[in-house]
């Protein structure tokens, strides 16, 4: 019903940023909220941040604050993640998820998911 395509992942220095991108596609008016979560090998998937398509309220794990913004062009169906002053702890497999719920904060809260995006971090 939901297709989710992210974009933008790759290779770049620590203190770098990267811009990340997920269109939407398909039965769209079920979703109430995207968001970002990833992936390091090894580990468990973890949330990174949300986004409200309605109001545009935002919600973020500790570890980005202030570094990550997560924003949403509903016209375009897409949602962006900004990621500056990158860390080598950000390397991860990044994915974009769609929920039907509000300002989803944990990975089972999510219905819909992309095929992820690598973003590498070098130290």
């Known amino acids: 019903q939901v297709q989710l395509v992210e974009s933008g992942g790759g290779l770049v220095q620590a203190g770098g940023s990267l811009r990340l991108s997920c269109a939407a596609s398909g039965r769209t008016v079920s979703i109430v909220t995207m968001g970002w979560l990833r992936q390091a090998p090894g580990k468990e998937r973890e949330f990174v941040t949300s986004i409200s398509l309605s109001s545009g309220n935002t919600y973020y794990t500790d570890p980005v604050k202030g570094r990550f913004t997560i924003s949403r062009d509903n016209a375009k169906n897409t949602v962006y993640l900004q990621m500056n002053s990158l860390k080598s702890e950000d390397t991860a497999t990044y994915y974009c998820?769609?929920?039907?719920?509000?300002?989803?904060?944990?990975?089972?809260?999510?219905?819909?998911w992309g095929q992820g995006t690598q973003v590498t971090v070098s130290s």
């Open positions: 998820a769609a929920a039907r719920s509000v300002l989803v904060r944990m990975r089972s809260g999510y219905d819909y």
